[in-house]
């Protein structure tokens, strides 16, 4: 079974730009999460997907949004990048949720100068 | 208030002696209780969970953890470490009733030989 893909795994950008990043789940799991981790505050959770619908949201600015698509893979956006968004992004799938097993990516590595 | 609290930021040992992780976590409601682990630059891996069946749970790679609810400790055991045991280490907290999760800030284990 495929473990969950990141796309892409490293990015740089500029302060205001906006970037998408993109989750495939692994087959079956119908619940995908996002957490940013930096040295500075560790991991935290942005938000769940489950079938398509937001079911939890972390205290993240309304610039992390977030989609899921029916066949469950996922994409994060944040608009207007500041140097503080740099960090690495993680996806984690589960087949009931964030309060289960989850599996998680390798991450993508966001540079924000 | 739910938390989840890890005892130590870095715990180093050497080869071949015990590992002890310390986890304390606040809670009102009964949750179901995770160890991941973190090598540098890659996503987390499940070492092993507690869901409410046993209350010492065998995990991956000699890894044990002893769920002690009078405590409110989960703490994570090897009794012998090996040099590719140094990593990150992630005490997590999930709660199905609000499908939630609380991360521990992680515990750095390094080994020297």
């Known amino acids: 079974k495929a473990g969950v893909t990141q796309t892409p795994r490293y990015l740089i950008k500029t302060r205001g730009q906006q970037v998408t990043l993109s989750c495939s789940p692994i087959?079956?799991?119908?619940?995908v999460s996002w957490y940013q981790q930096t040295p500075g505050q560790g991991l935290q959770f942005l938000f769940e997907?489950?079938?398509?619908?937001?079911?939890n949201k972390g205290n993240f600015p309304g610039r992390f949004s977030g989609r899921q698509f029916s066949n469950s893979r996922s994409e994060m956006n944040v608009s207007t990048l500041e140097l503080g968004d740099s960090a690495l992004y993680l996806c984690?799938?589960?087949?009931?949720?964030?309060?289960?097993?989850?599996?998680f990516g390798p991450g993508t590595r966001l540079t924000v100068l | 208030a739910q938390s989840v609290t890890q005892l130590d930021s870095h715990v180093s040992v050497s080869e071949g002696t015990p590992v002890l992780l310390r986890c304390n976590y606040s809670?009102?409601?009964?949750?179901?209780l995770f160890w991941y682990v973190q090598h540098p630059n890659k996503g987390l891996q499940l070492l092993l969970k507690y869901t409410s069946a046993a209350t010492l749970v065998k995990g991956i790679n000699g890894f044990e953890a002893e769920f002690k609810k009078s405590e409110t400790s989960f703490h994570l055991t090897k009794p012998s470490a090996h040099m590719s045991d140094a990593a990150e280490y992630f005490c997590v907290v999930g709660y199905s009733s609000a499908s939630k999760i609380i991360f521990g800030s992680g515990t750095r284990l390094s080994i020297r030989p």
């Open positions: 087959s079956g799991h119908r619940s």
């Open positions: 997907y489950f079938s398509e619908t937001q079911r």
């Open positions: 984690a799938s589960s087949l009931v949720g964030v309060y289960n097993e989850q599996f």
């Open positions: 809670s009102s409601y009964s949750p179901s």
